[in-house]
């Protein structure tokens, strides 16, 4: 008899759809597939958007986001779970509800506005992430301008970093990673628990296609903690895979084009 396929890692992303396919769910499920995990999604909102912005944006009901999350996580089961975009405070508070209870380490991007500028959480949904949606995550993943947002810190420097990350630590996440890609010079993140600290560098690459960054890398980092890495690892290897990513990305439309999550079949073709 042929022995049954081994069931690759599951994890669930929780986020808003992209329509241009570069950012959100999409972004989320291709990443998944890249690095050998099996994606599974809760959609929290329906987007109009292309590679020059968001020109609508649709909120499914907090019902409906329930339904979805309990249908997955009670007959599949997860072994990572990613959040995205969730718009309103209530969905905030439903879905940190539904991470309290599954068990399975969590990865938040607190996502607050797109690539193109475009705001993607009302600002009443701000105390929510702070009080109800941090403390639940095994990674928070803001970048510069949802760092701001959240704790009014901005940044200019890598002691700006430094900062920040103990504000956001500060509300409850057991690790977060200060995305410094905004700064110029390197592209530096800062991985800490408030203990341990790690700097992530890599090259400042010459290429504005790099819609979807955030969404890969929170993705990425997920994928690793479904493996059984611990959280510095998981984050280093999504690093990795991000910067192969952005150095591939593609012009589409008349904007910014996305990152390829491909890459790494490509570059072995």
Known sequence: MTAPAPIPPRVLTVAGSDSGGGAGIQADLKTMLALGAHGMSVLTAVTAQNSLGVQG????????????YR????DIGVQAVKTGMLSSAVLVDTVAELLAETGAPV??????????????????ALDSVRTKLLPVATVATPNLDEVAQLTGVTVTDEAGMRRAAAEILAH??????IKGG????????????????????????????????GCT?????????????????????????????????????GGIGPV?????????R
């Open 71 to 74: 249908s997955v996580v009670d």
């Open 217 to 253: 890398l929170a993705s990425a980092i997920a994928c690793g903690l479904a493996r059984g890495q611990d959280v510095p690892a998981a984050v280093r290897g999504a690093k990795e895979y991000v910067t192969g990513a952005i150095r591939a990305g593609f012009a589409l439309g």
């Open 182 to 213: 905004h700064l110029p010079g390197e592209a530096v993140d800062l991985l800490t628990d408030g203990d341990e600290e790690h700097w992530l560098r890599a090259p400042r690459l010459d290429n504005r296609h790099t819609h979807g960054t």
């Open 172 to 177: 409850g996440p057991r690790w977060v990673v």
């Open 57 to 68: 944006a649709w909120e499914l009901p907090a019902d409906a986001v329930r339904a979805q």
């Open 107 to 124: 990865v938040v991007d607190p996502v607050g506005v797109s690539k193109h500028g475009d705001p993607l959480l009302a600002a009443e």
């Open 260 to 268: 390829d999550h491909g890459w790494q079949a490509r570059s072995e």
